[in-house]
């Protein structure tokens, strides 16, 4: 990403994509014949970068261990799932071996799938937010000369020193995504020459008016002179998981393993940052407990799904009788409330608190399987 990597040697190609001309060069996607004829489901894994080994710990925390025994080698085992391979791949190599059916599913960003994917109907997204790798694809333009006083797209797009003679020259490695973005917002007058990395150099060294890349922090845009405009953000990314609509269609059992893996996926994110808070509390009954629970509002809204607590009774023999005046209380909170929610319940009169992080939530069907299988038509 532009704000998190270290400063590597600019290399820039010669030629350059000018918006009179198709957006991007067009490829032809060849359908694996043995697509047809395997029974594993192939789940692309992207090899480089950090979203490597957060796609990793991501799985491992869904209990999908992945079993790379050799890593000179690209397929790995996935214990749980008998049927499923992962394959370690470039990141824009899952994209394109999902649109040849040499992959089934890929986990890789959003922009990878939005610039090397471009627009194909056949890839469908079933998760749209793993919840790391987070950045955005974002114009960016010098801070100093005559962009000094530029803050928008609008003006940047007004700017009399643009002509056909003389476009706005933009260095970008998304050469699909950047031509599209800039018809689609009023730039007339842009020609885009593909960069390979180093992107924030290109205008201090002439070569670019204006950059369109990753940016995260936004750390390495500040360091180079350079500055984001109103407007200018083109895509918000983070990892996905990815699916080829024919694999889901025809293979046997996609749509089962599928169904698995999202469903793992989305107990694990719901979970994740939650905290189980149990609680002993006196009272004369259920009830009363749960009316002085619920007379704090804020307390009450800590409640998983915001259902209230779930308030159980504690049975102890006292003097040869069974007693029930101790109830023990429920509930789930975010980690940022933790503590706060301990101090209400002690204020409350609850004792003996017990905070456990919590590891999967498990809801009724998922909204995204329905989503999905809505895409299908099914």
Known sequence: MLAANPPKRPFFLTHSLHLSSSPSPSFKI?????????????????????????TLDLLKDCQLSIKHINPCQYVAKIPELSNLEGWFQRPKDIVRKLLSRDLDLGITGLDTVSEYGQGSEDLIIVHDALGYGECHLSLAIPKYGIFENINSLNKLAQMPQWTREKPLRVATGFTYLGPKFAKENGLDHVSFSTADEALEAAPAMGIADAILGLVSSGITLKENNLKEIEGGVVLRSQAVLVASKRSLLKMKSALETTHEILERLEAHLKAEGQYTVVANMRGNSAQEVAERVLSQPSLAGFSLKGKGPTISTVYCKRDGQIKADYYTIVICVPKKALYKSVQQLRAFGGSRVRCSPVTCICDEETPRWRELLSKLGL
Do not use: K, V
């Open 30 to 54: 060849t359908c694996s014949a043995a697509a047809e004829e395997r029974s594993e489901f192939r789940l692309g894994l992207p090899n480089e970068g950090h979203i490597t080994a957060d």
